[in-house]
């Protein structure tokens, strides 16, 4: 089993950057494709970004192309996304998620974190 914990998240102005971080517990996190997603108030979740197992792979969605990035150390148990220039239309809790598939769908996902809130101002 898997314990994810995000943090970084807090209140940004449009342009800015953020760093989030996912620490997450277990001896097997290295097995494990990650994944970020987010959900604004009142909208679905939806697929931000995604890493293999080894990091070697990574996607993306097209809104955030060029713009985020996810890395993850095995060594340290952690995945990171970092998120240039922001937008306010981006504001929500972005969520990391563990999955055997780095895929982009959120059924794909078996382990959660509760969230960081991310919020851009205009």
């Known amino acids: 089993q898997v314990q994810l914990v995000e943090s970084g998240g807090g209140l940004v102005q449009a342009g800015g950057s953020l760093r989030l971080s996912c620490a997450a517990s277990?001896?097997?996190?290295?097995?494990?494709?990650m994944g970020w997603f987010r959900q604004a108030p009142g909208k679905e979740r939806e697929f931000v970004a995604a890493?293999?197992?080894?990091?070697?792979?990574?996607y993306y969605a097209d809104s955030v192309k060029g713009r985020f990035t996810i890395s993850r150390d095995n060594a340290k148990n952690t995945v990171h996304l970092q998120m240039n220039s922001l937008k306010p239309e981006e504001t929500g809790v972005y969520y990391c998620?563990?999955?055997?598939?780095?895929?982009?769908?959120?059924?794909?996902?078996?382990?959660w974190g509760q969230g960081t809130q991310v919020t851009v101002s205009s």
């Open positions: 277990g001896r097997t996190f290295s097995s494990y494709a």
């Open positions: 998620a563990a999955s055997y598939s780095s895929g982009s769908s959120s059924s794909e996902y078996k382990y």
């Open positions: 890493i293999s197992w080894s990091g070697g792979s990574t």
